[in-house]
DNA sequence: GAGCACTGC
């Protein structure tokens, strides 16, 4: 896979002012011209050069005071295999093997040593270190890298590390960030000293259009046929919003191209986004095909793409750009607690991010699908960070973890609206993870320990109680990953008759359930994954994730057990365990046909994709989507009565709206009374 | 009868 390779940067290349060497402390100036390589005390076999970490690692004194070990420097990275592929350059521009004076920390893999000095880690890892070592005492110098990204996790270290640095004064902290935010960056960060690296990009010129499109999609199609009508020789990148919008103008691209015949050169159409097959993503670096005949006309390669080339993927040789100006983009609504993707435009930030993609490795053109006076107007400057953005439950027991007990008063970068964390604070009580005061209890610590959303840790924490564990933690970490049912366009209906085969009538989980067993049953054999239309991806990377769920189970000596499968609980406690952490996202069938969630009151529709025969009157769900409509997914059938039994302080009738659900439990609960009474009578 | 922006632990 290709990542984008870092610029490199060389001394020259700091144009900013005195305050450079106040960044980064030198002790006795940079060593990079010996011919001694410090680190393991070996002649260096080519020449090296050089990059901010290594210019940390050559300033800083890594010593202890006591002088019994060295200190580290941490270097975070949002993605891993950005953290895994810089590490293991700059291991080999250093000269070093990997994994010990230079390595990597990313989930399911710690390559380092106690010889690392130098560590390359995602943020959200350093998170996690956070919640063992609050102070990161292990470290003399932390290096936030990609900051302008404002992933959730650098967000939440910004604030973490603030309060670190009041506390340890020996610790330096670098944020490196592609941003024209500087002075925010440089104000929230007690007025740090700022230094500039210039870009090595080539000039990209851009074009705007004179009148707003209505259909940025046939645009942008039109844009590059008239690209490759026209233009000297150069590949093509379009930046759409999603799968089926990217297929869907690969084929009209071809079919256009296809009907201008000879007076054009022959083109390369090429999908990217990340469900795509590695071997198919792959394809973006093949070269442009050749002319078709002898000194006949140039071959394109056109490459349509959702935004993971935007950051994720860099393809070199790129040398237009089109862009109309959209993205899918998550957003929250903390009063109905729904994430949702919408299509929306883009800001300006991501704007300029996507036309440096056409001056990689020569000057470039980036046509804009939008006016100059839409782009200076209503395009905000930088995308809202993550944070904003998301349901915070997780983060927040997180935060408490990490030791911060008055959320109001973190010093967030862009604090998140009230009613985000009040949200967030209401879920984690009702679990239980937090006590009336906000304060986290014993089970909110063992939760936070889990790589998951706090539901899902709740149902397997609880799930030995139900005697089910082993199943609760096969299904997390089948819900855990991205879906493993495959339904290629031209197999639709083998694809529906293999799915069927696994298909569980109680449900959705179930039936995930059923596919990891036979995964299991059949040696996790990718032939047998192919023939029964279920990615074998997803289910190694289930197994992986599973095996570490067991590994904190085991810490916490939570024990691993099943009820015997013939027995008629054996469905039973499973749904019980999970209604114990889904007990908010309850649905009930009303009489109208519909399904209203509990409490919130909301119409959704079972997505289409669930396995239940037929509607059951109670469902809990795993995920509410807004798509075309407002959808339930990873559905599974439960019983009403148990819901007071298993969450009596959520289904407290007295602090109910009125609904339908509440009239049924109502009379469910009475009716239960009423046995009660009987069966103490009989006695 | 619809989907899967992108990440991370």
Request: aromatic share 8%.
């Amino acid at each position: 896979m290709g990542t984008e390779r870092k610029r490199k940067v060389s001394l020259v290349d700091v144009v900013d002012d005195d305050s450079t060497a106040k960044m980064v402390k030198t002790n006795g100036g940079l060593t990079v011209n010996n011919f001694i390589n410090r680190w393991n005390r070996k002649p260096y076999s080519q020449r090296i050069t050089t990059q901010i970490p290594q210019f940390v690692l050559e300033a800083v004194d890594l010593e202890t005071r006591d002088k019994h070990r060295k200190m580290m420097v941490a270097c975070t990275q949002p993605r891993r295999v950005a953290a895994l592929s810089v590490s293991r350059r700059v291991a080999e521009e250093m000269d070093v093997s990997i994994g010990e004076e230079v390595g990597y920390s990313i989930r399911f893999e710690d390559c380092s040593s106690s010889r690392t000095v130098l560590k390359y880690l995602t943020d959200g890892m350093l998170l996690r270190e956070a919640m063992t070592d609050p102070l990161l005492e292990r470290y003399k110098v932390i290096i936030l890298d990609e900051a302008h990204e404002r992933t959730l996790a650098t967000d939440l270290l910004f604030g973490l590390l603030k309060e670190i640095l009041r506390n340890r004064t020996d610790l330096k902290l670098v944020v490196m960030s592609a941003t024209l935010e500087a002075e925010k960056f440089k104000s929230y960060f007690f007025g740090a000293p700022l230094m500039k690296v210039p870009g090595r990009l080539h000039p990209v010129e851009i074009r705007y259009e004179k009148e707003p499109q209505r259909e940025y999609l046939e645009a942008a199609i039109t844009k590059v046929v008239e690209i490759h009508t026209k233009e000297p020789a150069g590949d093509i990148l379009v930046f759409l919003t999603g799968e089926e919008e990217i297929e869907d103008a690969c084929r009209k691209i071809s079919n256009k191209v296809a009907n201008l015949g000879e007076k054009v050169g022959p083109v390369k159409v090429l999908s990217l986004y990340s469900t795509l097959p590695p071997a198919m993503q792959q394809k973006i670096f093949e070269p442009a095909p050749p002319p078709v005949k002898e000194g006949g006309l140039p071959g394109r390669k056109i490459v349509v793409s959702t935004n993971i080339a935007e950051t994720s993927l860099t393809i070199d040789g790129i040398v237009y750009v089109i862009d109309p100006g959209f993205a899918k983009q998550k957003v929250y609504n903390p009063r109905t607690r729904v994430e949702s993707l919408l299509v929306s435009p883009i800001s300006k930030a991501s704007a300029h991010q996507r036309s440096g993609r056409a001056g990689r490795t020569q000057p470039g053109k980036c046509y804009r699908l939008y006016t100059e006076i839409s782009f200076s107007n209503d395009l905000q400057p930088q995308t809202y960070p993550e944070i904003l953005r998301s349901n915070l439950a997780n983060t927040v027991l997180t935060l408490k973890k990490l030791g911060i007990d008055d959320l109001v008063h973190f010093d967030f970068m862009d604090p998140p609206a009230p009613e985000t964390l009040m949200r967030a604070l209401e879920v984690l009580n009702y679990l239980g993870a937090i006590d009336d005061e906000g304060n986290l209890t014993k089970l909110g610590e063992i939760m936070s320990e889990f790589p998951l959303d706090p539901q899902m840790s709740k149902m397997l924490i609880v799930s030995p109680e139900f005697n089910c564990s082993n199943e609760i933690l096969s299904i997390s970490a089948m819900v855990a990953v991205p879906n493993c049912f495959i339904r290629p366009r031209d197999a639709q209906e083998a694809a529906d008759e293999a799915k069927a085969r696994f298909a569980h009538i109680d449900g959705d989980h179930l039936t995930l359930l059923n596919v990891y067993h036979a995964y299991k049953q059949n040696n996790e054999d990718p032939s047998w994954c192919y023939e029964n239309f279920v990615n074998h991806r997803a289910l190694k990377s289930a197994d992986n994730v599973r095996q570490q769920l067991v590994r904190i189970m085991a810490r916490f000596n939570l024990k691993l057990c099943s009820t015997y499968f013939n027995s008629r609980d054996y469905y039973v406690n499973i749904k019980k365990a999970m209604l114990a952490g889904y007990f908010m996202q309850v649905a009930h069938l009303e009489r109208t046909g519909h399904y209203l969630t509990v409490k919130d009151n909301q119409m959704v529709q079972l997505h289409p994709s669930n396995c239940l025969d037929p509607k059951p009157e109670w469902v809990i769900y795993n995920e509410y989507v807004f798509t075309s409509d407002n959808f339930i997914r990873t559905v599974t059938d439960i019983r009403g009565d148990w819901l007071v039994d298993i969450a009596p302080n959520y289904y407290d009738l007295s602090n109910f709206p009125r609904c339908e659900a509440k009239q049924v439990l109502d009379r469910l609960y009475k009716k239960r009374e009423k046995e009660k009474d009987e069966a103490r009578n009989r006695k």
